[in-house]
């Protein structure tokens, strides 16, 4: 059974930091890249930071020089450290493979319940 939980959100005041994480169930291990998503509301999910099994990490421009995306393998988990937040970066941030995860038994992209991140003084 497919499973992806996210972790590690909260309120934080602008400059300040999250560390979020993700346990699976093995997709994002057996996937050639991972990502970390958010998603803010009526608009889809925007890809923030990947990594792929050789470890090359790729951001999008918002985020480049303030987070961090990186995975253990031994323990299947996948985290991204965030600093000096910003009020943008507010949100719901999900983990998932690059692309995301087509789950072909209920014909839908697979999502797990994501974590909210809120940058706010």
């Known amino acids: 059974q497919v499973h992806l939980v996210e972790s590690g959100g909260g309120l934080v005041q602008p400059g300040g930091s999250l560390r979020l994480s993700c346990a699976s169930s093995?997709?994002?291990?057996?996937?050639?890249?991972a990502a970390w998503y958010r998603q803010t509301p009526g608009h889809e999910h925007e890809l923030v930071a990947t990594?792929?099994?050789?470890?090359?990490?790729r951001y999008a421009d918002s985020v480049k020089g303030r987070f961090t995306i990186s995975r253990d393998k031994a323990s299947n988990t996948l985290y991204l450290q965030m600093n000096s937040l910003k009020p943008e970066d507010t949100g719901i941030y999900y983990c998932?493979?690059?692309?995301?995860?087509?789950?072909?038994?209920?014909?839908?992209?697979?999502w797990g319940r994501g974590t909210q991140v809120t940058v706010s003084s």
């Open positions: 998932n493979t690059d692309p995301p995860y087509y789950d072909h038994f209920q014909a839908r992209t697979f």
């Open positions: 093995g997709i994002i291990y057996a996937a050639n890249a």
């Open positions: 990594i792929t099994s050789g470890f090359n990490t």
